[in-house]
């Protein structure tokens, strides 16, 4: 998507629902006409692209200008989202159970209720997870140029843990078997790798940002 604020939001049904209230139709001069776009058509009449195939539905932004949309999906649907240049608004997933995919150019990102996997990127713009549980099939990546990484997950997470931050500071509450600070969050300094295990081990998470700081916290 370009040049958009998306909210994607996981409801009980099968059906895929737009909408917005910020869509800018063509001027009244272009009555009667079709706006070409290099992106796709706008066969939505609200500035998108939808098209199917097979069990993948595509949704493109064809017209230019801003626009806001929430989008409505099915709860066990896995959601890919690329954002397209860099003017992009910021991005919102609530209450998804698939799998998810980000790649994010200039946007700050939050994910809510979700189990993941998760496999996001993001020039610039930090992302924040929090975790309903964690997916245990497949491993989860998040990485990040500049700007923070907060995760919040259920307090018996089992994950096998990879953490790096080149020029800022890893922050958990969780036990990793890591020296302690006296503060409620763990402090790990340096910018090597560290590796660490909550509660045995468990899937692989790898978490890993040049300019900013990590912080993996239990969920209250």
């Keep these: 998507m370009a040049s958009s604020e998306v909210k994607i939001m996981g409801h009980n049904s099968d059906e895929v629902i737009i909408e917005t209230n910020d869509y800018q139709a063509p001027p009244a001069r272009a009555k009667g006409l079709k706006a070409l776009y290099n992106s796709g058509e706008d066969n939505t009449g609200m ?23 929430t989008i409505r999906v099915p709860k066990k649907v896995a959601v890919s989202y690329t954002e397209a240049n860099w003017n992009g608004g910021d991005f919102e997933l609530n209450d998804v159970d698939g799998e998810i995919e980000l790649k994010l150019n200039n946007s700050q990102a939050q ?12 020039t610039n713009g930090g992302i924040q997870v929090k975790f309903k549980n964690v997916n245990q099939q497949k491993p989860s990546s998040i990485s990040v140029v500049d700007g923070e990484i907060d995760l919040t997950l259920p307090a018996n997470t089992k994950a096998n843990w990879k953490l790096r931050s080149i020029s800022g500071e890893v922050y958990t509450d969780f036990d990793m078997a890591l020296p302690k600070e006296k503060t409620d969050l763990q402090k790990i300094a340096g910018s090597s790798t560290v590796e660490g295990k909550t509660n045995g081990g468990g899937v692989e998470m790898n978490i890993y940002t040049i300019n900013s700081d990590i912080f993996i916290r239990k969920s209250k």
Excluded: M
């Excluded at 500035?47 to 017209?63: C, D, F």
């Excluded at 994910?111 to 993001?122: D, E, K, Q, T």
């Design 47 to 69: 500035g998108l692209s939808v098209t199917r195939e097979g069990n993948v539905l595509q949704i493109i932004k064809a017209q230019k200008t801003d626009g806001k949309y």
């Design 111 to 122: 994910l809510n209720n979700v189990s993941g996997p998760i496999i996001a990127n993001s």
